[in-house]
């Protein structure tokens, strides 16, 4: 079983930078594509990024592609969010996630993709 814990989060103002990290244990990640969530009040949750097992494919969702990079240390069992230039609707709370890395990146955008959930972060972007 693969227990995720985020966080990084807080309060950042709109043009900053924040970095998210999620600390994995119970087993190694190295063979899990991991993903980022994030779920604003009253809203869905929504896929935002996700890598590879090897951290040489990436997939981000059109509203946080150049302003966002994902990228993991197998090393140190840990995956992390860079998020530049945050806007205000980029305020949620963001949750990491994994599974088995056995599709294409671009499979890995829904929750049912993903086995193993984190218990979330909460990032708040100032105007």
């Known amino acids: 079983q693969v227990q995720l814990v985020e966080s990084g989060g807080g309060l950042v103002q709109a043009g900053g930078s924040l970095r998210l990290s999620c600390a994995a244990s119970g087993r190694t990640i190295s063979t899990y594509a991991m993903g980022w969530f994030r779920q604003a009040p009253g809203k869905e949750r929504e896929f935002v990024a996700a890598v590879s097992w090897s951290g040489y494919y990436t997939n981000y969702a059109d509203s946080v592609k150049g302003r966002f990079t994902m990228s993991r240390d197998n090393a140190k069992n840990t995956v992390y969010l860079q998020m530049n230039s945050p806007k205000p609707e980029d305020t949620a709370v963001y949750y990491c996630?994994?599974?088995?890395?056995?599709?294409?990146?671009?499979?890995?955008?829904?929750?049912?993709?993903?086995?193993?959930w984190g218990q979330g972060t909460q990032v708040t972007v100032s105007s």
């Open positions: 996630a994994a599974t088995i890395d056995v599709r294409p990146i671009v499979a890995y955008t829904t929750m049912t993709e993903f086995e193993h």
